[in-house]
């Protein structure tokens, strides 16, 4: 059997391979056009591919778009309904009404993340590529069987989610305001001690260190500003997410702020560089873009307190449904549209002209980081042991770094000021 799997994002991609490997050959593509591609190149030649898998949310042309693209080349070709490609859609995000449009579409199928074997070879038999009984001698692992458990709560709003204080909607509505002041800023701040006294450190740090020490709340917030005030008020009382009373939780949360709040220096050092006015937003953004994979973890534990988070099947399970999970917990969090986008496509491997460079930014700080020993899971450390030359040349061909027209050299050496700042900024969070 001929297979081609369409993900743009790498590690999905991967995974679904691997899978696929034991049931026919297969040929992997990041893009949905150069899928298309190898879809009218295999016809010419006579040797169709048997089953496609599409990945639902893809840039440039998403996976429905393809899937109608596919069928009407077919009836193009006089194809009867027996001989054309089978196609199943795999998404994150399966609620009825992205099923009902694939199913009119014409796809044969659908998985949704974390897909796994057990669920494949169900799919598969039902269409005849495998024997029916095929999924009958997979058993659903654990780990998949526990972050479903997780979606299906979350989607029947079973799971308790984080609320902001009330401090972030009083200066948001202060920011809003005709004619906001410092004055009127501090006398919110003042009234949570702790927040007050971190702002000070804060104002104190490599970040935003001035020429003289400052030693009060009015004082810091003339140097930080209204703007960047608030997105580190909301950095502070993000960071209080990433704690548990579990010892292991508290390790990964702890590696997973580290990532997020290198990832946010990197981001914040690139939109100065690029001369972004929002670069103290573009910092905030950096620090939520992975806060789908602390509610997993979390939620993870709360179901099951025993279980091992570091083994590899829960990593791989949580990796592949973390950025659709983290855009809709900001949605339900009420945060901005910008700030959705952010997490849900942070993995994309390819953009248009039409993305906006925030969700660029953020791409090459994410990856920049995984690489360079800000790792957050299993996958970034494989990702860091890469050779020099390897990697110096997948950083040159990132579509981020072309579209932002960024100097890779320079790229570099933002990234190792930023682990300075990182080392000497962190505590004051």
Not at 1 to 11: G, R, T
Not at 160 to 166: E, F, N, T
Request: proline content about 3%; overall charge positive.
């Amino acid at each position: 059997m001929k297979i081609l799997v369409v993900d743009d994002e790498s590690i999905s991609r991967k995974i679904l391979i691997k899978k696929m490997d034991r049931i026919g050959e297969c040929t992997g593509m990041n893009d949905s056009l150069k899928a298309l591609a190898a879809y009218d190149h295999a016809i010419k030649d006579n040797t169709p591919f048997d089953l496609i898998t599409l990945d639902i949310s893809m840039p440039k042309m998403d996976g429905r778009q393809l899937l109608s693209m596919i069928r009407k080349k077919e009836k193009a070709l006089n194809k009867a309904r027996e001989d054309r490609v089978k196609i199943i859609m795999v998404t994150s995000r399966m609620n009825m009404s992205t099923i009902k449009d694939c199913i009119r579409l014409g796809c044969d199928g659908y998985l949704s993340k974390p897909v796994n074997t057990y669920q494949l070879l169900g799919a598969l038999g039902k269409m005849g590529l495998v024997p029916g009984d095929a999924a009958l001698k997979e058993e659903e692992p654990s780990q998949t069987r526990m972050v479903k458990e997780i979606i299906h709560r979350f989607y029947k709003e079973k799971i308790k989610l984080p609320i902001l204080p009330a401090i972030v909607n009083q200066i948001q509505k202060l920011m809003k305001a005709p004619d906001p002041s410092i004055h009127d800023l501090a006398n919110i701040i003042r009234k949570d001690v702790i927040i007050s006294s971190k702002l000070i450190s804060i104002a104190n740090s490599p970040l935003y260190k001035g020429v003289d020490k400052v030693d009060s709340l009015s004082a810091a917030l003339v140097r930080l500003g209204m703007k960047a005030t608030y997105g580190l008020v909301s950095t502070l009382i993000t960071k209080d997410l990433f704690k548990s009373d579990n010892p292991v939780l508290t390790t990964l949360l702890e590696k997973l702020w580290s990532h997020s709040f290198a990832c946010a220096c990197l981001a914040k050092q690139i939109a100065l560089e690029l001369k972004l006015e929002n670069s103290e937003t573009v910092f905030l953004m950096g620090i939520v873009h992975d806060i789908g994979k602390m509610l997993l973890m979390k939620a993870i534990i709360e179901i099951n307190p025993d279980v091992n988070l570091a083994d590899e099947g829960l990593q791989l399970a949580v990796h592949e449904i973390h950025t659709t999970f983290g855009a809709a917990l900001l949605k339900k969090m009420r945060f901005s549209k910008e700030f959705i986008q952010i997490s849900e496509f942070h993995h994309w491997n390819d953009f248009s002209p039409k993305d906006e460079k925030e969700l660029l930014v953020i791409h090459l700080s994410d990856y920049l980081v995984n690489h360079f020993g800000f790792g957050c899971c299993m996958m970034d450390e494989h990702a860091s042991e890469k050779a020099a030359p390897d990697l110096l040349a997948d950083i040159k061909n990132l579509v981020s770094l072309k579209r932002l027209n960024l100097d890779v050299e320079k790229v570099l050496t933002l990234m190792d000021e930023i682990k300075i700042t990182i080392g000497k900024s962190a505590k004051a969070f």
